[in-house]
Structure formats: structure tokens, C-alpha cells
């Protein structure tokens, strides 16, 4: 079993709509959960950081965190074109080298 | 956020030559930089873990003497892949943690390899 298991997609939804991606993991260790746009043949552009269970907003963007379901969510209100990337989460263990465990990622593509 | 830079951002080579790719924090200085490899529809791979003035430490299945890495200064770390082969051809991303609260990790451009 993967660590961190991600829908690679493709997700294909039309302008405006709300957009869920979401992925769940095993290690009960993971402590802070990350959100990571990536463009084709770019790197990886960190776009939410959350470290306790619950939701953080950003404009719109939504970060939920269930530890006790082990689940992460990333929710893009108003969908744009401009918002067709892949998603990936990724998640770390506090302490030591911090290394970072990411999904495989979820290609998004959003429909003018 | 901070600013990672990458050169190059793409190389072709010949099998049995080596490259080497740079990474570099612009903006702040990197105790720890990453350093992962992605391959198509994968998710990133951390290869190694780069700590400015020590030996770098690698993860398991990763060849320490085909991937040399050096963290010679607080901004730059450089990735060598030695006798490249077509098999290393790849998308090789670093990052650089900046020191803080969250110790967040700000990824470069990426370089893309292609060995022939």
C-alpha cells in the first residue's frame, strides 16, 4: 500500500464549477498536508499549507484536513481555465529532514 | 514565495557523459535542498537530501556514485549525473527548504535530460 494514494485523473470539469481533489494516506505520522500546483514540464508551485485538521481558505481555494479519516481535500471554487494543471498533495512528518511524501497527482483540466 | 532557480532547464546528451544541473536559491539561503526525479504520469521521487557543507544523504535504490551532489554554499547545489544513460533520461526537479515556521520547501523549474 502507497503511503499517499492520489486519483490521477483526468478530472475534466466546465468553467465556473467547484472542483474536489482529494487523497488519503496510512502514516498517522503525517502532521502538515500541502497542496502543490504543477504545470506541464514545470516545477511543482506550492499553493496551500495546512497543519491542523479542519479547513483554510485562500481566495478560491479550500484546504480541509481529517486526521481521523486520514483524508485531504483541496477545493477550487469558479474553476478557470488558467486553473488546468495537475494537483498533487503531499504530506511530512515534523522532525528530522522533513521529507516530503507526495501524491501521484490529479490532472486537472478545466473547459472554457 | 521564495525563488529557486535551475540551469539548465533542459539537456541532451550522449550516453556515457556526464551532466551536471544547479540549483539555486535566489532570494534566501538553503541549509537543505532536495532533490527529486520525476518520471512520466509519476509522482515526484526524492532521490537525496543535500545539506550545505556535509555528504549528502540519499534515499534507498538510489546510486550515490551515478548521482553525485554537492552543497558547496548556503545557495547552490549542484546534481551530477555521471555516465548518463538513456535509462536516466528524466525530469529533475530540486528544492530548497527555507528555515521558519513551516520550513517550507520551494521547488525550482526543473531540468529536463534527455541521453541518447
Known amino acids: 500500500q502507497k503511503e499517499v494514494e492520489q486519483d490521477p485523473g483526468p478530472l475534466s470539469v466546465p468553467e465556473g464549477a467547484i472542483v474536489s481533489l482529494n487523497c488519503t494516506y496510512s502514516n498517522s505520522a503525517f502532521q502538515y498536508f500541502m497542496w502543490y500546483r504543477q504545470y506541464s514540464r514545470k516545477g511543482p508551485e506550492l499553493l496551500m499549507y495546512t497543519y491542523s485538521s479542519g479547513n483554510k481558505e485562500d481566495g478560491r481555494f479550500t484546504a480541509q484536513v481529517d486526521k481521523s479519516s486520514k483524508y485531504i481535500s483541496l477545493f477550487i471554487r469558479d474553476s478557470q481555465p488558467s486553473d488546468s494543471a495537475t494537483y498533487l498533495c503531499a504530506m511530512k512528518i515534523p522532525g528530522g529532514y522533513q521529507k516530503v511524501t507526495f501524491g501521484i497527482g490529479t490532472k486537472l483540466q478545466v473547459i472554457p | 514565495g521564495a525563488v529557486v532557480s535551475q540551469h539548465p532547464s533542459w539537456v541532451i546528451c550522449k550516453s556515457g557523459t556526464s551532466v551536471k544541473i544547479e540549483c539555486r536559491s535566489l532570494d534566501f539561503q538553503a541549509t537543505t535542498m532536495f532533490w527529486y526525479r520525476q518520471f512520466p504520469k509519476q509522482s515526484l521521487m526524492l532521490m537525496a537530501t543535500s545539506n550545505e557543507g556535509s555528504k549528502a544523504t540519499y534515499e534507498q535504490g538510489v546510486e550515490k556514485d551515478k548521482f553525485l551532489i554537492n552543497h558547496a554554499s548556503l545557495t547552490l547545489s549542484t546534481l551530477t549525473v555521471t555516465s548518463a544513460h538513456p535509462e536516466d533520461s528524466s525530469f529533475y526537479i530540486c528544492?530548497?527548504?527555507?528555515?521558519?515556521?513551516?520550513?517550507?520547501?520551494?521547488f525550482g523549474p526543473g531540468t529536463r535530460l534527455t541521453v541518447l
Open positions: 528544492s530548497a527548504r527555507e528555515e521558519g515556521v513551516y520550513n517550507e520547501q520551494f
